[in-house]
């Protein structure tokens, strides 16, 4: 299929840019690695933020104030300015927001000084990406869903698009374009069963530019949601406690500003975990017809996997890998260090959050980067000859080769000893011994790699291979973020060092990272403002 | 504990078959397709996502109904199969028929300035909330008939943009429903049963085919019997 603009990932960024693009009159070609409103965007449930009152400042000042000194007053200007007019035009292509009489009903989260969440129940991003797909299939967006991006191909660093694995036949195709767009997510779920994250949220977006030669930065900046279910880590939000919501512990004591942002209300979390009271989160006095009426979804939730109906019992929490805030490298003006390459959305780091990101704020990042974004692809007008290139003639004989490897080793075991060994040692408190044992365990199992062959042999829709293909990206993109995390000596937003406690002036900047020939650099990079 | 249940099992290769497995009845339907995929036997191959009911993916069917399998608990002797209508792909996993949206014209199709109240929004709230998970059109009895059948989900969908308060354009909305659409629903109510977010196709189509008989249209199974040739 012929396209100007090849766009990697159907979230919220995806469908946005894919949209725009498309009214900019490009040809878009939308390829997702499962169906395209099955992507992670539809479990958001809070909302997302826009000033409908006029206050930017208050939403700029909020932000910054959570970002701890690496959101970039620029990019957050511009994208808190957006948001009004961007839900305007979801409202208008018939985004059901939920009202107040006439207006757009908005509830307050974590940090925000006033409610500022846009939401539509708490189905809020079900309900988005829904009405993305509706507009993006109405003006003809095509869409390629079962496919899997493997590599970009790059030559003489431009990228001409990507070599995507056909999951249903099991072959590699090259899929050129006039501009790549990575719209793929975070990878919040290399953490696991622990994760709030969909299965496969492993950033191989991530793992793709960096292999490409990319630079990503800030991966150290991890957020821990305070509120997922304890056994199963299914997310609570946000707006349980916006709208009144208690944390208390065993003995029934508040211990912490339910609304403080989310590195804060974490940490108290864990800290009364760690001192061995159980937690909970309490909503009863909110009763039942507020719960039915604003938080279905948080009950039914309850119920099913706690057994617990929070309507008349307290639900036990405990804090929960839920966002990745670091991401490719974008610079204020959209592009990233490769040319012909975009990214948008949670994969991207055009420095909106920093090094906490509020509640509500990666819906709009994802709509206003996509929206954005559209704008500089559809510029890019230089086709690529239509050639059989090398990394397609790479990626096709790899995959030959991973059906010979041997499976002498259970990978499924294996990942899920790293997903704990992750949680554990480079989750919400962190310290220098830890992480290099991390990355020595990271380091092994990338060598062991090739004895985690297949075990499924089909190459019909073959999701042994699908696994075997995220479990390599995993490793690669915990790599990148370990190493980060341990280079980062101190304590900022989401980063917290046990043995650098405090935040210091001389890390006031981004970790940026990057492979030469495989081999991982990094290079500190003070901030421009 | 463990019990056993029976996957109907399909590959292209060696065609369909049962499987027996023994799985943890505590635990979600999809917690031990995981189980079996990662401990017992790495071929077996069901879709997923969320794990919350919301993304769609999981439908499959557990003793003939129509289930999300994250959101459903297995018991002795289940029998799970993949969803019915639509193209096998392998196991339980099945190509969503989503093209049928782009037939039923399922989208704003001219958005217009309105207000939008609360009461507004509630006409819509329900129908707003459809994951596209298949279920309604495996569980819907006209595709044996009519392949090309519109199916409940793109229905109830097409409703949902004509009585929205914002759409400046209502009677293209109907000409897309008409062909292979509202009128050979045969208002069994089988979708209405088995969808897990609460929708109404059925009732949804019963609304569209009113709607439709205001904009003239007749339904054409009542053999012109509908008005006797005279203009009301
Ligand atoms: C439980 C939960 C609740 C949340 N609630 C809120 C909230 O209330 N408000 C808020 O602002 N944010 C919330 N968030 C965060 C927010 O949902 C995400 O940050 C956002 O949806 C990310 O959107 P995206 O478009 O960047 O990517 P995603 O929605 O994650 O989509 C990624 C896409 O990339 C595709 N993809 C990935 N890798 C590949 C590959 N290799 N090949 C092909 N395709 C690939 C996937 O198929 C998918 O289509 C929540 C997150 C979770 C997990
Ligand atoms: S009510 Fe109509 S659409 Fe629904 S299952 Fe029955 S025949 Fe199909
Ligand atoms: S209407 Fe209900 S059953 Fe049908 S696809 Fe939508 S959510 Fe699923
Ligand atoms: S896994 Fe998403 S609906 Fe079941």
Known sequence: MDSDLLIVGSGVAGLTAAIRARELGCKVLVVSKEYPTQAQTTMAQGGINAALDGDIEGHVADTLKAGGGLADPVMVERICSKGPELIAWLDRIGMPFSRIQDRIAQRSLGGASSPRACYAQDYTGLKLLQTLYDRARSVGVHFLPNHYLLNLIVEEGRVLGGTLLDLERGAVRQ?????????????????????????????????????????????EFVQFHPTALAGSA?????????????????????????????????????????????????????????????????????L?????????????????????????????????????????????????????????????????????????????????????????????????????????IDRFQRRSFLERVLYHNAGLVREEQALKGVLATIRQHQQELSLMGLRDRSWHYNTDLLHFLEYGNMLEVAEAAVVAMEQRKESRGAHYRQDYPETRKEFQGHLLLWKEEGVLHTQFRQREW | MQVKIQIARYHPAQGRFLQVYEVDPDKTLLENLIAIKEGVDPTLTFPLGCRSGVCGSCGVRVNGRERLACTTKVA?????????????????????????????????????????????????????????????????????????????????????????????????????????????????????????????????????????????????????????????
């Open chain 2, 76 to 232: 002795d002797g289940d029998l799970i199969e993949p969803l019915t209508s639509l193209e096998p792909i392998r196991d339980l996993v099945v190509r969503p028929a989503v093209e049928s949206l782009d037939r039923a014209k399922a989208w704003m199709l001219k958005p217009q300035e309105a207000a939008v109240d609360e009461e507004a929004i509630r006409q819509i709230e329900v129908q707003t909330g459809c994951i596209l998970c298949q279920s309604c059109y495996s569980s819907c009895p006209v595709f044996q008939e009519d392949p090309d059948f519109l199916g409940p989900f793109a229905l109830s969908r097409a409703y949902r943009y004509l009585v929205d308060r914002r759409e400046g354009e209502k009677r293209e909305h109907i000409e897309a429903v008409v062909d292979h659409g509202i009128w050979s629903c045969t208002l069994c109510g089988n979708c209405t049963q088995v969808c897990p977010m609460g929708i109404d196709p059925k009732g949804d189509i019963l609304l569209l085919q009113s709607w439709a008989t205001r904009f003239g249209y007749s339904n054409p199974n009542l053999g012109g019997f509908g008005s006797f040739g005279l203009e009301f």
């Open chain 1, 234 to 302: 299914i997310l609570i939000s946000e707006a349980a406690r916006g709208a009144g919501g208690w944390l208390v512990n065993g003995e029934g004591e508040r211990f912490v500003d339910e609304l403080a942002t989310r590195d804060q209300v974490a940490r108290a979390i864990y800290q009364q975990l760690e001192e061995g009271q159980r937690v909970y989160l309490d909503i009863r006095h909110l009763g039942e017809d507020f719960i039915d009426t604003h938080l279905p979804q948080e009950r039914r939730l309850a």
């Open chain 1, 304 to 408: 099913l996997h706690a057994g617990i109906d929070p309507v008349h019992e307290l639900l036990p929490i405990r804090p929960a890998p839920h966002y990745t805030m670091g991401g490719i490298d974008v610079a204020r003006d959209w592009t990233t260090s490769l040319e012909g390459l975009f990214a948008i959305g949670e994969c991207a780091n055009p420095k909106f959050h920093g090094a906490n990101r509020l509640g509500g704020n990666s819906l709009l990042e994802g709509l206003v980067t996509g929206w954005e974004v559209a704008y500089e692809a559809a510029q890019c007008q230089e086709a690529s000859p239509a050639i059989e290139y090398k990394q397609t003639v790479k990626d096709r004989a790899f995959l030959q080769k991973l059906f010979d490897i041997p499976a002498t």
């Open chain 1, 175 to 219: 899929q050129l374009a006039k501009a790549t767009i990575l719209a793929t997510g975070g990878f919040a779920r290399i953490y696991g069963n622990a994760s709030t994250n969909r299965y496969g949220v492993v950033g191989e977006g991530l793992g793709a530019a960096l292999r490409a030669g990319a630079r990503v930065s800030d991966l």
